[in-house]
Structure formats: structure tokens, C-alpha cells
Nanobody
């Protein structure tokens, strides 16, 4: 079982940048495929980005492609989301999620992940 704790959220002006971190503990981090999701007020939680556990392949929602970068540091048991050129519509609570060695990685599906962090708020002002 893995525990996840996000950090790095905050208030930023449109066009600015933030880097989110997700610290993992309790299990071997590099055995887990990881994802970032977000939920804005009144909306469903949506996929943002994901990274596989073995190949390091990355996947992005169209809305963030070219602006956000997901990465992982297995030595530090940490997942990152570098966010650039932020827009007001990026405002949401951001969650990291994990699934252990999935045979088929349905990375954009909420139900594909077994473990979730508590979330960190990102607010982008116009």
C-alpha cells in the first residue's frame, strides 16, 4: 500500500508557473504507475497527465499538452507536475494517484487508480 501527499499548490497569475509534487511512502514507488487529476468546483474530476511504471511513457490531456510536464524521481519517491503558461481554467484541486504494476494502464480513467492523495489547490487569477 502506498501513501501519497501532494504539495506545491498556490495562487498564481495567468501565464505563470507552478510545480506540484507528490511524495509517496509505504511501498516501492517504482512499482506504481502514476497520474495527476484535477477537480474544479461543480465539475467532475478529470485526467491531467500520467506516467507509466516501467517504460516511463507519459500521457497528457489535450487541454494541458505542451504546457504541463509530468515526471518522476524514483530515487526520491516523488512525482512531479510542472505547469507552465497557466490559465484561469486550470484552477482546481489537483490530485495524484497510483496503481501498482497495471497490466493495462487505462491512464485517463479515475477507476484505474487504487490510491489517491488529499489534493492541493491551484488557483490561477486572470
Amino acid at each position: 500500500q502506498v501513501q501519497l501527499v501532494e504539495s506545491g499548490g498556490g495562487l498564481v497569475q495567468a501565464g505563470g508557473s507552478l510545480r506540484l509534487s507528490c511524495a509517496a511512502s509505504g511501498s516501492t514507488f517504482n512499482n506504481y504507475a502514476m497520474g495527476w487529476f484535477r477537480q474544479a468546483p461543480g465539475k467532475e474530476r478529470e485526467f491531467v497527465a500520467a506516467i507509466s511504471w516501467s517504460s516511463g511513457n507519459t500521457y497528457y490531456a489535450d487541454s494541458v499538452k505542451g504546457r504541463f510536464t509530468i515526471s518522476r524521481d524514483n530515487a526520491k519517491n516523488t512525482l512531479y507536475l510542472q505547469m507552465m503558461s497557466l490559465k484561469p481554467e486550470d484552477t482546481a484541486v489537483y490530485y495524484c494517484a497510483a496503481v501498482k504494476k497495471p497490466n493495462n494502464f487505462y491512464y485517463s480513467n479515475n477507476d484505474a487508480y487504487d490510491y489517491w492523495g488529499q489534493g492541493t489547490q491551484v488557483t490561477v487569477s486572470s
